[in-house]
């Protein structure tokens, strides 16, 4: 099946820097690549839309200068979280299109800013 | 804008029963709908879908069932085991544009030993 990579898994940052997280769609091309973010006992909310090669497209109220999305290549998708605060602390996660229809989710990154 | 409704937000059912738990969706328009199961803390994992163009597909214990005149479908689970515990999110998707998928609220099942 699809196999879906995000890393790091786990990472703790000082407020104010900026955090990169990787998502790698391992054996399939993914043209298309989103991000999730969930709040513990919440539902998963999209973030944006990451395409290959073109700039990705945010949902509603998310920062595009705050979250930095690059999709260099059909297999890896970045998000920055720049100047990171508090409230950014979370569990992100990714996840790659494959086909017209399926998407595979990545482990996801937990975040804590202190 | 488009949302996915999703009950019941928790479940309890002893094990060995069935469950049963229902989403109403507002987007005409879609027409590809997963069902998703997520662990604490881990990713959420695809368990079964269906496509606009059949009412019910069945997976040994998993089926779900659509409604696509009245924008519903559903996921039954039978002879529920506690490994089934987990959260699940149903959602609901265009198969053209920008393919995203709009998530329900997910619901917290617990199998009862």
């Known amino acids: 099946g699809a196999v879906v990579s995000q890393h790091p898994s786990r990472v703790i940052c000082k407020s104010g820097t900026s955090v990169k997280i990787e998502c790698r769609s391992l054996?399939?091309?993914?043209?298309?690549m989103f991000w999730y973010r969930q709040f513990p006992k919440k539902s998963l909310m999209l973030m944006a839309t990451?395409?290959?090669?073109?700039?990705?497209?945010?949902e509603q109220g998310v920062e595009k200068d705050k979250f930095l999305i690059n999709h260099a290549s059909l297999t890896l998708s970045t998000l920055t979280v720049t100047s990171a605060h508090p409230e950014d602390s979370s569990f992100y996660i990714c996840?790659?299109?494959?086909?017209?229809?399926?998407?595979?989710f990545g482990p996801g990154t937990r975040l804590t800013v202190t | 804008g488009e949302n996915v409704e999703q009950h019941p937000s928790t479940l309890s059912v002893q094990e060995g029963d069935s469950a049963v738990i229902k989403c109403t969706y507002s987007?005409?328009?879609?027409?590809?709908f997963p069902w998703y199961k997520q662990e604490l803390g881990k990713r959420p994992q695809l368990i079964i879908d269906?496509?606009?163009?059949?009412g019910e597909k069945k997976d040994q214990r998993i089926a779900v069932t659509l409604n696509k005149t009245a924008k519903h479908f559903s996921l039954h689970i039978t002879e529920t085991q506690p490994e089934d515990s987990a959260v699940y999110f149903c959602?609901?998707?265009?198969?053209?544009?920008?393919?995203?998928?709009?998530f329900g609220t997910g619901t917290r099942l617990k199998v009862l030993a």
């Open positions: 996840s790659a299109r494959q086909g017209n229809y399926e998407q595979y």
């Open positions: 054996d399939f091309q993914a043209t298309t």
């Open positions: 990451s395409n290959e090669g073109s700039k990705a497209t945010y």
């Open positions: 987007d005409s328009a879609s027409n590809y």
């Open positions: 269906i496509r606009s163009n059949v």
């Open positions: 959602a609901a998707s265009r198969t053209s544009g920008t393919y995203k998928y709009i």
